[in-house]
């Protein structure tokens, strides 16, 4: 009897212990940052920091829906690292979220306001409340198991990235009106309302707050759009490569001149292309998964993807048709007539966004021509160079996977076909279309796997030999920082925020 009180006293200060740490640290991420912005002058780097913890709250948040969805829903699904089911989380809470604050948004502003509150108010009473399954086995760092077993080189190319990153962040526009701004962002008018009413209500504490409006969008477009296609990146890379060549291939993009370059000069082009690697992620994805209710999510893109550009329900299209036809093939008739099903709300959300589209702002084609966008990649970029050898080696690990000079080259041939079909659907678009989904970043994301093909070879022959390896991998750090313009960026950076 004493033993079972213990026990009760034991998990009711554990459920206590929870809720008071869970609820402080969740209300703590969301109003901080509004009461200080709004109350306090503060220097550009200080105000950018605060914006930035209210940005991480608001990618927390499309996490634990996403999660959530995967519970209510019974979604199970096999992975390919876990950077994998942080990327699905992340999208599938945000596309879920972009159509509930757009039903927020049809209400008056008084309504919407208060519903805003309401909304973070019961979800963090809700992701609160602890319950036995929550402590035990609830972890953030559980979410995270690729960090744990990074080595020291690793360690220090995820820092590069970071650092990198951050330094090459293009500024905040200097337009305070929001007609403005949406211009800046989508000169051509190819983003849908849905996604404007989205920021709108995201960022509602300071819509009234124009100053702090401006730093929200800017901020949004590159820490989340960017960030996000960095990490999509990653974890695409990470169906051919191992761990150390996936990390080196989103610095050998990041630290590329041409990065930084396309963004200064042609932002909008720029968030067009970053969709398009969701989209190769998500077909890879549903493969990968053998889950018929992963349909859901890759509805769910199609909606990403027709809310950026109405031209990109096309790809949607095509890409379902492959998956169902082609790569699902080996599935039952069922299975795929299920997984056609769980489409069905990203489907009728695709819908939605066509009738509320003004098809007279869609812009019209304006060419695209692919080798002189290539060559001028290739140029820009020493690393990128190893492509005129990686894509010759893709081809022949495809055509002839079964010679002998090819079984110990271990990398999956079916993703090989899957990666290179997806990309010519993107180029395809791009040629018929106009350049959008498959611009110029896609092309750079696209290279750069091409370019570390051969280093893989070399990797896997030089399996037993570790210390040569980590010469090998130190040699192409190197030679991805020295022509990275690290000086520059670091100067525009600090102009940016002196300025």
């Not at 800046?184 to 124009?210: A, G, H, Q, T, V």
Request: charged share 15%; proline share 3%; glycine share 6%.
């Amino acid at each position: 009897m004493e033993e079972t009180l213990g026990n009760k006293s034991g998990i009711l200060y554990l459920k206590s212990k929870f809720f008071l740490y869970r609820l402080v640290t969740y209300f703590s991420f969301l109003l901080f940052p509004i009461w200080i912005q709004k109350t306090t002058e503060l220097n550009k780097i200080y105000l950018m920091l605060l914006m930035l913890l209210y940005i991480a709250f608001m990618g927390a948040q499309w996490f634990l829906l996403g999660k959530e969805i995967d519970h209510r829903l019974k979604i199970y699904f096999r992975v390919n690292s876990s950077i994998d089911r942080i990327i699905y989380r992340l999208i599938l809470g945000m596309s879920f979220a972009i159509f509930y604050f757009n039903l927020l948004a049809l209400l008056p502003y008084k309504w919407s306001y208060n519903s805003f509150w309401f909304t973070w108010a019961v979800l963090g009473l809700f992701y609160s409340w602890p319950s036995r399954g929550k402590i035990i086995q609830e972890s953030v760092s559980s979410n995270f198991s690729e960090y744990k077993h990074l080595d020291s080189f690793e360690k220090t190319v995820l820092f590069l990235v970071i650092l990198i990153f951050i330094i090459s962040f293009p500024g905040i526009p200097k337009l305070d009106n929001y007609d403005a701004l949406k211009l800046y962002f989508d000169p051509d008018e190819r983003i849908s309302n849905f996604f404007w009413s989205f920021l709108s209500m995201n960022y509602l504490p300071f819509r009234r707050y124009p100053e702090l409006f401006r730093v929200a969008m800017g901020m949004h477009f590159y820490f989340v759009v960017f960030g996000l296609f960095l990490l999509t990146f990653y974890g695409l890379l990470r169906y051919f490569l191992c761990r150390r060549l996936g990390l080196l291939g989103v610095f050998a993009l990041l630290s590329s001149w041409s990065f930084s370059k396309f963004i200064f000069n042609n932002y909008p082009a720029c968030i067009q292309a970053s969709i398009g690697i969701f989209f190769v992620w998500s077909m890879m994805w549903a493969i990968k998964s053998a889950s018929y209710r992963s349909g859901l999510f890759f509805g769910m893109i199609g909606f990403l993807l027709t809310i950026f550009d109405a031209k990109n329900l096309s790809v949607y299209a095509v890409g379902l048709g492959i998956l169902l036809i082609q790569f699902l093939n080996e599935k039952t008739f069922w299975f795929r007539k299920q997984f056609l099903k769980y489409n069905i709300i990203g489907i009728v959300l695709i819908i939605l966004v066509l009738v509320f589209k003004d098809f007279a702002t869609v812009a019209t084609y304006k060419g695209f021509s692919l080798f002189p966008e290539v060559l001028d990649i290739l140029q820009r970029k020493a690393f990128f160079t190893l492509s005129w050898i990686g894509l010759p080696l893709a081809i022949a690990k495809i055509l002839a996977d079964q010679k002998v000079i090819f079984k110990s080259f271990h990398i999956p041939r079916e993703k090989l076909i899957q990666f290179i079909l997806c990309i010519l659907i993107l180029l395809a678009s791009s040629k018929f279309l106009g350049p959008s989904i498959g611009g110029t970043l896609a092309l750079m994301a696209a290279v750069t796997v091409f370019s570390l093909i051969p280093l893989e070879l070399v990797f896997q022959t030089m399996a037993r030999v570790r210390s040569q390896r980590n010469i090998i991998y130190l040699l192409y750090i190197l030679i991805c920082l020295l022509d990275s313009h690290f000086e520059g960026r670091v100067k525009i950076f600090i102009k940016f925020i002196d300025s």
